[in-house]
């Protein structure tokens, strides 16, 4: 009958159900649920709710790592934390990202872009000037030692203007 009931709101998670309802549900039936199988389908049926059951990844890889089980729950416990996993990480991705600096929604790469240089989201606006300003500070210390202080540095033409 349990088993049912875990196998049944694994199917739910199609239809709309409240997700994180279902998923408080089975995680306990996952995890010490007297009956193995009761818990396998517990484990199929988080695997289906994917990024919603990221919550049960720790025990998930527990149960994947635990030889004392029956294989084919430590098997299943695997595959549903690689799903949920890939799962996590594609509604990671796919989340609206905004500009640091001045709020705008920032596209995919100008997020890529500005994560790789400054581990922040910028919008390409931004990131230009920010990049400006950083290369103007880097470029300040290493010649401030010469006593020059630029007002403006340019760095597509490396060229330091005065006046
Ligand atoms: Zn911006």
């Not at 990024?51 to 084919?72: I, P």
């Not at 729950?73 to 640091?100: G, K, Y």
């Not at 929604?105 to 581990?119: H, I, K, N, P, S």
């Amino acid at each position: 009958m349990r088993r049912l009931a875990a196998s049944a709101l694994g199917k739910l998670a199609w239809l709309g159900v409240d997700q994180a309802a279902a998923v408080a549900a089975l995680a306990p039936v996952m995890r010490r649920d007297p009956h193995p199988q009761t818990r396998q389908y517990a484990v199929k049926a988080l695997k289906a709710y994917g990024a919603a059951a990221w919550g049960c990844l720790h025990d998930l890889h527990d149960m994947a790592r635990n030889t004392s089980l029956a294989e084919y729950l430590q098997r299943d416990a695997a595959a549903a934390a690689a799903f949920i996993e890939e799962a996590v990480r594609i509604a990671t991705a796919a989340a609206v990202q905004h500009c640091q600096r001045c709020n705008v929604l920032v596209t995919a790469d100008e997020y890529a872009r500005a994560q790789q240089a400054f581990q922040r989201a910028f919008c390409d606006r931004c990131f230009d000037e920010v990049f400006l300003a950083y290369r103007y500070d880097a470029k300040f210390r290493i010649i401030g030692e010469c006593q020059i202080q630029p007002d403006f540095y340019l760095p597509e033409v490396d060229v330091y203007i005065e006046y």
